[in-house]
């Protein structure tokens, strides 16, 4: 008669009861088979989860990375010091994955839902404009000019210390057959 020793190898036991408890679990329904919600019922909904979970699973790798650095420390205290510290930034990070998909989410309320198939950047039968035809023959976007000697002066940080300087230049460059602006930054 075979006897099988069940306390030799607990770690076997211990997987399957995992496997048989995620197999009565079911299989997880894709995107396109979980019911419309306002999360995932659009491709921009959709999309913006994905991303999210995306942001999620990096945050985590750094903090399995920054733990795996902390192993090394021979110091119990530092060692400890350093496993709080990958947690708390593992924290931060999460903080702005959710910062981030709130932003999308709000971004895909006001741009609409809709695909972008084709690419319409991709799009032979778009026109695009002649930089140099700004602002004589086509208006100036007024959110991002792209006219000729335009220059703008962007601030920021706590004391609006930092400085920023973008001119847009005369030249332009084509690039896959479209004629572009040539905008050079000051840091």
């Not at 733990?67 to 930034?89: E, V």
Request: contains cysteine; negative net charge; aromatic residues 4%.
């Amino acid at each position: 008669m075979l006897r099988f020793d069940y306390r030799a190898k607990p770690h076997i036991w211990s997987l399957l009861a995992l496997a048989l408890g995620l197999a009565s679990l079911g299989t997880v329904a894709s995107d396109d088979e979980r019911p419309d919600t306002p999360s995932n019922s659009t491709p921009c909904g959709r999309t913006a989860l994905r991303m999210h979970q995306a942001c999620w699973t990096d945050a985590h790798e750094e903090f399995l990375v920054a733990g795996a650095n902390c192993l090394n420390i021979s110091s119990g205290s530092a060692r400890r010091n350093c496993d709080r510290a990958a947690g708390a930034t593992r924290r931060e990070a999460r903080e702005r994955c959710s910062a981030q998909s709130d932003a999308r989410r709000g971004a895909c309320e006001i741009l609409e839902e809709f695909r972008y198939d084709p690419d319409p950047l991709l799009d032979r039968g778009n026109e695009f404009v002649n930089p140099d035809d700004i602002p004589d023959l086509v208006p100036a976007n007024p959110y991002q000019s792209l006219e000729a000697g335009l220059v703008r002066v962007l601030r920021g940080g706590a004391d609006l210390e930092e400085v920023v300087v973008i001119l847009n230049t005369d030249e332009t460059r084509e690039i896959n057959g479209v004629d572009c602006r040539v905008v050079a930054e000051v840091a």
